[in-house]
């Protein structure tokens, strides 16, 4: 499987932006990336899954690198809500058998400052 | 549209016990999974189903037992209970195009 690292925490102040890293250097080509965060005491939810170009939605923007070989989460402006471990992890929409299984790693702990 | 939903939320075995935790979706999902996620830890897998019929091991299978006789049900069963099953245990199904969508947890505590 295609292997995630991101680091353990980060921090950061209420109302600014939030740049969440990724890395994936073994990433192959039919490889999605996909973010989720798990609030406290929450399974995790869905937040954001792109290919190759940039995506936005109601949540988050998903920037992947020109390589792919890694992405950042960006939250525009976080809120105290936003505070959560957020996962990274990679999916292939074709994969069949063994490689349909999804593994995630530790994901980073984002804390949020009033 | 209830999604996935676990039974039950809380519970608490003694060692050596058996029980089973049940997961159902109404999403038509063909594939679900089962994940154990300890405190302060990220989520392991146990099992994952691709379909009705159809399971497989994920990272850390031993002591866990899955069945899919139902797209809707995919319960895990454990047979002898052990204090180191003590864990949040999260259910999970999707679609071919569709994110994972999780079930809210059961909460087991072995004694």
């Known amino acids: 499987d295609a292997k995630t690292t991101q680091p353990n925490s980060m921090e950061s102040n209420e109302e600014e932006p939030v740049h969440l890293p990724c890395n994936h250097s073994?990433?192959?080509?039919?490889?999605?990336i996909h973010w989720y965060r798990q609030l406290p005491s929450q399974g995790p939810e869905y937040v954001i899954h792109?290919?190759?170009s940039n995506v936005n939605n109601r949540m988050a923007s998903l920037a992947i690198a020109e390589d792919r070989k890694s992405s950042t989460l960006i939250l525009h402006r976080a809120t105290l809500r936003d505070a959560a471990v957020y996962y990274c992890?990679?999916?292939?929409?074709?994969?069949?058998?063994?490689?349909?299984?999804?593994?995630f790693g530790k994901g980073i702990t984002l804390s949020v400052r009033p | 549209n209830a999604g996935v939903t676990q039974t039950p939320k809380f519970r608490i075995l003694k060692i050596g016990q058996s029980m089973t935790l049940q997961c159902t979706q109404d999403?038509?999902?063909?594939?679900m999974y089962w994940y154990r996620q300890d405190p302060g830890m990220g989520l392991k897998l146990i099992y994952y189903?691709?379909?009705?019929?159809?399971?497989d091991k994920g990272e850390v299978p031993n002591g866990y037992n899955v069945s899919r006789s139902t797209t809707e049900d995919f319960p895990l069963r454990l047979e002898l209970a052990a204090p180191s099953q003590t864990s949040v245990y999260f259910c999970?199904?999707?679609?071919?195009?569709?994110?994972?969508?999780f079930g809210n947890g059961t909460r087991l505590t072995v004694t």
């Open positions: 992890i990679l999916r292939d929409p074709g994969a069949a058998g063994a490689n349909s299984k999804l593994t």
């Open positions: 073994t990433i192959s080509g039919t490889d999605y």
């Open positions: 999970a199904g999707r679609g071919v195009d569709s994110p994972l969508h």
């Open positions: 792109g290919l190759t």
């Open positions: 999403m038509n999902h063909n594939y």
């Open positions: 189903s691709v379909g009705a019929g159809i399971t």
